[in-house]
């Protein structure tokens, strides 16, 4: 699998991205080239880290100087870690359009982003946010399944391309939000024994 490149929909969250990041806990899901990951680190998280089911995107990011780890979302961190940010750049294409891990989102083009927004609410620091990007092209049916589940998401910006809309939702911890336990996710792929080790102790020791 090769690693995302910065494009509309990357630099559409970067415009989401809080201006200032001082002392606050930021993880990326999905990190890519890790340019959000960098520019939270730039802005003053004081601590920023990343996942990537790409094994590949997932040591690019760590040659950046970005914590990183090949999983799938949030798998790979302790129930009880928490943070004041998560970004999530999911692929949100449904299945048949593009059948590649970096663009399909689902078989709607949705379920991906739904499973991660449900696991990252648990994982919200108090007052803490989730920040995702989502397309014309399934953001809907997302949005159906969240209200469902008692989880609002805010649209932050809209840009709008020939072939479709780009959004940036935001989306805050609700009572009674699903433990990350209930959702089975692929396990951490190790792609480097020693430093895999170093970060995953980093990772799994986060908590409030």
């Known amino acids: 699998m090769s690693v995302y490149p910065p494009?509309?929909?990357t630099f559409l969250l970067l415009e989401?991205?809080?201006r200032s990041l001082v002392g606050k806990r930021v993880i990326?899901?999905?990190t890519g080239s890790a340019f959000i990951a960098r520019e939270a680190k730039l802005r003053g998280a004081s601590e920023v880290l990343a996942?990537?089911?790409?094994e590949k995107a997932s040591l690019a990011a760590a040659k950046s100087g970005?914590?990183?780890l090949a999983c799938d979302l949030l798998s790979c961190l302790n129930p009880h870690a928490k943070f004041d940010?998560?970004?999530f750049n999911p692929p949100y294409l449904p299945a048949g359009e593009e059948d590649s891990p970096m663009w399909t989102g689902g078989r709607g083009g949705w379920e991906i982003t739904y499973k991660f927004v449900l696991t990252a609410i648990s994982h919200l620091r108090p007052h803490g946010s989730i920040l995702f990007?989502?397309?014309s092209v399934s953001a809907q049916a997302l949005l159906s399944a969240l209200s469902r589940r008692g989880v609002p998401a805010e649209k932050m910006l809209e840009k709008q391309f020939f072939f479709e809309a780009l959004y940036v939702y935001r989306a805050k911890s609700p009572l009674g939000a699903p433990s990350p336990a209930s959702h089975r996710i692929r396990p951490p792929i190790p792609y480097r024994k020693s430093r895999n080790a170093r970060v995953i102790r980093r990772m799994t020791n986060l908590a409030l």
């Open 66 to 68: 970005i914590d990183a």
């Open 133 to 135: 990007v989502s397309s």
């Open 28 to 30: 990326e899901v999905g």
């Open 7 to 9: 494009s509309e929909d």
């Open 16 to 18: 989401a991205l809080p």
């Open 51 to 54: 996942t990537d089911l790409s």
């Open 85 to 87: 940010l998560i970004l």
